[in-house]
């Protein structure tokens, strides 16, 4: 059985940071492109950024452009997303799920349950 888990949101100031890492368990992570989305209450959900299996190329939306970093470790079958300069506006839901294939795009094929980040003072 596959399994996503979303860990590290939470509460921070805006100007903080935080890192999401997004576990897998029943797949090897190396095997899939990563993606990061998130979802604010009343909106539609929102690609982040992804990162490919091939040769780690990675893909940023402009909202957090300059501001975010996606990263993989695949000895710990591990993906991050390093937040830094959070904004109010980045509040959200944030969720990974895996490409159906090495390259970021196309229908996700496994979702994890999301963590909850708030960005407020």
């Known amino acids: 059985q596959v399994h996503l888990v979303e860990s590290g949101g939470g509460l921070v100031q805006p100007g903080g940071t935080l890192k999401l890492s997004c576990a897998a368990s029943g797949i090897s992570l190396d095997d899939y492109a990563v993606g990061w989305f998130r979802q604010a209450p009343g909106k539609e959900r929102e690609a982040v950024s992804c990162i490919s299996s091939d040769d780690g190329s990675t893909y940023y939306g402009d909202s957090v452009k300059g501001r975010f970093t996606i990263s993989r470790d695949n000895a710990k079958n591990t993906v991050y997303l390093q937040m830094n300069s959070l904004k109010p506006e980045d509040t959200a839901v944030y969720y990974c799920?895996?490409?159906?294939?090495?390259?970021?795009?196309?229908?996700?094929?496994?979702w994890g349950q999301g963590t909850q980040v708030t960005v407020s003072s």
């Open positions: 799920a895996t490409a159906p294939g090495e390259y970021c795009g196309g229908q996700e094929k496994y």
